[in-house]
């Protein structure tokens, strides 16, 4: 008999209300203050207390299903609703409360579901070394797939600047809530607050995984486990070592000391030029977000030097959450009132000569032309002829000199975004591994270097349907 969602976990519950009653009886309970039943039933958030026994229930009291998913975010949701579809009986084990909470904060809330090229070649492109691997899932679940999948379910997707597409509603909890329903609606199993603990297996194959709420079998398995940032989603990168010890080389994250890209032409125009004792600070779409001051080196690719270096790892961040501009604070001693009064004190000084000519050691050339071009300032101008509206949009230029981030240097080297199992260790027709023959891999557990726009989740929705096919 098909059991129903949640099912397990009420099972799983019952036994823990069970194993607690008995503690309390070994345990005593302290007269003055809370007994361990209520502090247990406070804590898993029991009201009111569920029976050790749940008579009204008819469970399937094996603990074997077709398929385990192990971790319950984005891409082992997507596989345990595909797998479920396919009319198999299927498990997710997810240490959270609740699942997709990484997915729920993505994209700064609104979640940037995938990126709207749906041509694969140009899709592939911006998956560095990993593109040869990646015709042939995105060929079997591509972008197209990913759209029709969200919008067939009732959440239409809008594409905004860089092809990046969204939930119409701009909600991410909107996206975990489509996945949730599609396992609801195939009577996946879900049992939260449940971490894997140890997967016990021999001879290149998995025997069963073992949990905080007892021990599980399957004839396959799902990795799903991500990777390591944002650990207090849930994702302490737990995967890794168990693929280790399964046979599977795991390669490192890549450092996130790295410098940035930035695509116009007049920040590449300036390489070589180092400017000190600046502040750079950054904002995502528009909402400021940190600041640190030092020097920074312009090179051909776009910014660097240690105090960049220092930004690269928040930044790449941000980067997956909007559009991120750096703004240059090129005078940072000075607010802007008396920043003015010095300009003006310098123009004083010098009201015959060119404005282009008048600051000494003060602005790089170059600079200075690209602060006098946006402040729609002839560099021939001569001092006395420069009007105060000018001086003041100068000033305020000076004070905040903008330009949009692209990206990390190259392939977007952000923790986010690699490190994990060479994709050369997996069949990617069915992610299937090529180490243990019940091992299905997805998401974030791949090394693949790929740049903010919705490229990480396409491949956890592209790698988490194929595996829920095939597992
Ligand atoms: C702040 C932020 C914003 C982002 N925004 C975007 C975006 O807008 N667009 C985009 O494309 N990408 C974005 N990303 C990247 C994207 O969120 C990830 O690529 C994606 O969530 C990875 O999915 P996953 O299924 O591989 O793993 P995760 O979503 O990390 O899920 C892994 C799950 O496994 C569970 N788990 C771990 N260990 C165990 C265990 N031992 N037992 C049981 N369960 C376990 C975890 O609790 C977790 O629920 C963002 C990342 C971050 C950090």
């Not at 503690?23 to 003055?32: L, R, Y």
């Not at 804590?43 to 229930?57: Q, T, W, Y």
């Not at 398929?67 to 579809?85: D, T």
Request: proline share 5%.
């Amino acid at each position: 008999m098909r059991k129903s969602v949640g099912q397990a976990s009420y099972r799983a519950i019952a036994q823990l209300v069970a194993r607690v009653v008995r503690d309390d009886e070994v345990v005593g309970s302290n007269p003055t203050g809370p007994t361990k039943k209520s502090f247990i039933r406070e804590r898993f958030f029991l009201s009111p207390p569920i029976p050790a026994i749940i008579p009204h229930m008819h469970f399937d009291d094996s603990t074997h299903f077709d398929l385990i998913v192990i971790g319950g975010g984005a891409s082992g949701l997507m596989a345990a609703g595909r797998a479920g579809s396919l009319g198999k009986r299927v498990l997710i084990l997810e240490k959270n409360a609740e699942c997709g909470k990484k997915l729920s904060i993505s994209g700064g809330g609104r979640c940037n579901i995938t990126n709207a090229e749906f041509d694969i070649q140009l899709l592939l492109e911006n998956y560095g070394d990993a593109a040869k691997f990646l015709f042939s899932p995105f060929a079997q679940f591509g972008v197209q797939e990913a759209f029709d999948f969200f919008e067939s379910r009732g959440l239409p997707l809008v594409i905004e600047g860089r092809k990046r597409a969204f939930p119409s509603t701009h909600s991410a909890p909107d996206v975990v809530r489509v996945l949730l329903d599609e396992c609801a609606k195939h009577h996946v199993e879900i049992v939260n607050r449940c971490a894997v603990t140890k997967i016990h297996h021999a001879n290149g194959h998995i025997e069963s995984v073992e949990t905080s709420q007892g021990t599980f079998t399957a004839d396959s398995f799902v990795l799903a486990t991500g990777g390591l940032s944002h650990p207090e989603t849930g994702s302490t990168g737990d995967g890794f070592p168990w693929l280790k010890d399964l046979g599977h080389t795991v390669v490192t994250p890549t450092p996130s000391l790295v410098p940035l890209s930035v695509k116009e032409q007049w920040v590449r125009d300036l390489q070589g030029v180092t400017i000190k004792d600046i502040k750079i600070s950054f904002t995502v779409d528009g909402v400021k977000a940190f600041n640190k001051k030092g020097s920074i080196l312009f090179t051909h690719f776009g910014i660097s030097g240690p105090t960049v270096l220092h930004c690269a790892q928040p930044v790449s961040i941000l980067l997956q959450e909007g559009d991120v501009d750096a703004h240059l604070d090129l005078f940072p001693t000075l607010d802007e009132g008396s920043l003015n009064t010095a300009v003006l004190e310098l123009f004083d000084g010098h009201k015959n000569m060119l404005i282009k000519n008048v600051w000494g050691g003060l602005l790089h050339a170059g600079i200075l032309n690209r602060c006098l071009m946006l402040a729609s300032i002839s560099s021939e101008t001569p001092v006395h002829s420069v009007t105060r509206e000018e001086r003041i949009r100068l000033v305020k230029i000076l004070k905040k000199l903008s330009f949009p981030i692209d990206g990390l240097l190259g392939m977007d080297k952000a923790i986010v975004a690699d490190g994990g199992v060479p994709l050369s260790e997996v069949s990617m027709t069915t992610m299937k591994s090529k180490k243990i023959d019940n091992l299905y891999l997805t998401g974030d557990l791949f090394h693949i270097v790929r740049p903010s726009g919705g490229y990480s989740l396409q491949l956890c929705w592209t790698t988490g349907f194929i595996a829920g096919s095939e597992g």
